[in-house]
């Protein structure tokens, strides 16, 4: 007898961290998604020479963590893998939104959303189920995911979102057929209103890149 998959349903609790403060100065709200192998806490260290007075930089934690090597000493974490895709999804965009709700946004501040590696696929699936008015997407070096439409990005075209795909040109998970299949999807999801940025470089963040997005 083959095996049964059962399903249950329960609480649970995960972290996030947050870089400066949220203030009557604030001018820019950043959610920052970070890539497979990373910690949220870490992941905020790319976003430190951003001027503190102007920007909050929140970053959500990928649930699913573990150790990087065999060592067992470094931990990373990851959002999602081919395994019950679509039930982890449900889980992770519940959790951004409890994210998204505790930290009280103000409607009156830019926000940017900035996904790094897999942390791409994520704001993406995320976005495409909030409908979040965004003043910036950022899609850096990640793919995107083959089951969103563009039908449910046409609220960003309606509220004049900046939309920037981010990749460097020796990166070594994008080859040359596959940048030219996302920047097609790309094309596609956006309808041409996406800019894409080259930059020297692998797969990596570009920290002096950031401000040129504000």
Not at 19 to 35: P, R, S
Not at 65 to 75: E, F, I, T
Request: with cysteine.
């Amino acid at each position: 007898m083959d095996p049964l998959e059962k399903q249950v349903r329960y609480q649970t609790t995960n972290t996030y961290n947050t870089l400066n403060n949220l203030t009557a100065k604030t001018e820019n709200i950043w959610m920052v998604f970070h890539g497979i192998g990373y910690l949220s806490r870490y992941f905020l260290k790319y976003f430190d020479e951003l001027s503190p007075i102007e920007n909050y930089i929140i970053a959500p934690q990928a649930p699913s963590k573990y150790y990087l090597n065999s060592q067992y000493r470094y931990v990373g974490a990851s959002w999602l893998t081919k395994e019950n895709t679509a039930l982890e999804t449900q889980n992770v965009i519940a959790y951004l939104d409890a994210v998204f709700a505790i930290e009280k946004i103000p409607d009156d501040r830019r926000l940017i959303v900035f996904g790094y590696s897999q942390g791409v696929s994520i704001a993406m699936r995320w976005l495409a189920r909030k409908q979040l008015k965004c003043a910036h997407v950022i899609l850096y070096a990640g793919g995107l995911p083959d089951e969103l439409t563009a039908q449910e990005f046409k609220f960003l075209e309606q509220n004049g979102t900046h939309i920037t795909l981010v990749v460097g040109n020796q990166d070594e998970y994008l080859t040359e057929e596959r940048r030219i299949k996302e920047a097609s999807k790309m094309n596609v999801l956006f309808n041409g209103r996406a800019k894409q940025v080259i930059f020297e470089g692998g797969h990596e963040i570009k920290k002096e890149l950031l401000n040129t997005f504000l």
